[in-house]
Nanobody
Framework: QVQLVESGGGLVQAGDSLRLSCAAS????????MAWFRQSPGKEREFVAG????????KYADSVKGRFTISQDKAKNTVYLQMNSLIPEDTAVYYC????????????????????WGQGTQVTVSS
C-alpha cells in the first residue's frame, strides 16, 4: 500500500514563502507523474503543479505560474512545492498526488487521473 505524506504547511503572511514536501512510502515506488492539487471550502479540487517522474518536465496552473516551483528527489521518493510570493487566494488544503497507471500525452491535470493521494496539508495566507 503506497502512502503519500505531505508536510510544510502553515500560516504565513502575503508575500512570504513556504516549501511543501510529499514523501512516498512503499515498495519500490515508481510513478509516472506526481502532482500537487489544492482545495478550498466549497470549491473543486484544482490542479496546481505536476512533474514527470522520469524526465522532470513540469506543468503549472496559470494562477501559480512564475511563483511556484515543483521539484523532485527520486532517491528519496519525494516531491516538493516551493511557493513564493504567496497571496491570500493561495489559501487551501494542498494535496500530493501520484499515478503509476500509464504515460499520458501531457502531464495529467485532473483528479481522476491520479490513483494515490496524501492526506493534505493546510496553507493559510493572511493579508
Amino acid at each position: 500500500q503506497v502512502q503519500l505524506v505531505e508536510s510544510g504547511g502553515g500560516l504565513v503572511q502575503a508575500g512570504d514563502s513556504l516549501r511543501l514536501s510529499c514523501a512516498a512510502s512503499g515498495r519500490t515506488f515508481s510513478p509516472y507523474y506526481m502532482a500537487w492539487f489544492r482545495q478550498s471550502p466549497g470549491k473543486e479540487r484544482e490542479f496546481v503543479a505536476g512533474i514527470t517522474w522520469t524526465g522532470g518536465t513540469t506543468k503549472y496552473a496559470d494562477s501559480v505560474k512564475g511563483r511556484f516551483t515543483i521539484s523532485q528527489d527520486k532517491a528519496k521518493n519525494t516531491v516538493y512545492l516551493q511557493m513564493n510570493s504567496l497571496i491570500p487566494e493561495d489559501t487551501a488544503v494542498y494535496y500530493c498526488a501520484a499515478t503509476d497507471t500509464r504515460f499520458y500525452v501531457r502531464i495529467p491535470t485532473t483528479v481522476h487521473e491520479y490513483n494515490y493521494w496524501g492526506q493534505g496539508t493546510q496553507v493559510t495566507v493572511s493579508s
